[in-house]
T-cell receptor
Framework: GENVEQHPSTLSVQEGDSAVIKCTYS??????FPWYKQELGKRPQLIID?????GEKKDQRIAVTLNKTAKHFSLHITETQPEDSAVYFC?????????FGAGTRLFVKA | NAGVTQTPKFQVLKTGQSMTLQCAQD?????MSWYRQDPGMGLRLIHY???????DQGEVPNGYNVSRSTTEDFPLRLLSAAPSQTSVYFC?????????????FGDGTRLSIL
């Protein structure tokens, strides 16, 4: 069935270090992979996305890579800051459905 | 431009009661969806709609009904509330379906079933 797995569930880094979150998806036909950030008590908000015809995309300190053959994609945050502390969700589309991973709680220690 | 508006923000129900969660968007988006968010389980798709008059089931549709009579509105109905439906509910929209555009989320409705 349609499934997105996300690891790790919790990630703690020192300010200035890099953070990497990894996701795998089940359907090779998936063609869109967004990442959302959710702060405590707030709505999920898109931070970056990638389409299946692109292998990598970067926006300032964040980047996403996609390996279609292996069906996995990753979020990279460099030079982490305390305000990066939040829950991050990966997602993948399956036809008209967008299925989310279970989330990664990122703690950035000052 | 208010984006996606959900009402109410908080609600407490008793087991067996019915309720409608409201969702409206003013961006003329064709695609709308409902998710529930439970601790440790991410966002799970309940129902979605690719346009007025068209709805379909997501991952966890049991116990919920939806309709889409207008482009703007996509209400979610709980027919007979159960404690297992205690959750935070998010409505989202995107310009079109087909899963290649980001979704815009509302602020959520926190629902408790006693």
């Amino acid at each position: 069935g349609e499934n997105v797995e996300q690891h790790p569930s919790t990630l703690s880094v020192q300010e200035g270090d890099s953070a990497v979150i990894k996701c795998t998806y089940s359907d090779s036909a998936s063609n869109y992979f967004p990442w959302y950030k959710q702060e405590l008590g707030k709505r999920p908000q898109l931070i970056i996305d990638i389409r299946s015809n692109v292998g990598e995309k970067k926006d300032q300190r964040i980047a996403v890579t996609l390996n279609k053959t292996a069906k996995h994609f990753s979020l990279h945050i460099t030079e982490t800051q305390p305000e990066d502390s939040a829950v991050y969700f990966c997602a993948a589309t399956f036809g008209f459905k967008t299925i989310f991973g279970a989330g990664t709680r990122l703690f950035v220690k000052a | 431009n208010a984006g996606v508006t959900q009402t109410p923000k908080f609600q407490v129900l008793k087991t067996g009661q019915s309720m409608t969660l409201q969702c409206a968007q003013d961006m003329n988006h064709e695609y709308m969806s409902w998710y529930r968010q439970d601790p440790g389980m991410g966002l799970r798709l309940i129902h979605y709609s690719v346009g007025a008059g068209i709805t379909d089931q997501g991952e966890v549709p049991n116990g919920y009904n939806v309709s889409r009579s207008t482009t703007e509105d996509f209400p979610l109905r709980l027919l007979s509330a159960a404690p297992s439906q205690t959750s935070v509910y998010f409505c989202a929209s995107s310009p079109t379906g087909g899963g290649i555009q980001p979704q815009h989320f509302g602020d959520g409705t926190r629902l408790s079933i006693l």
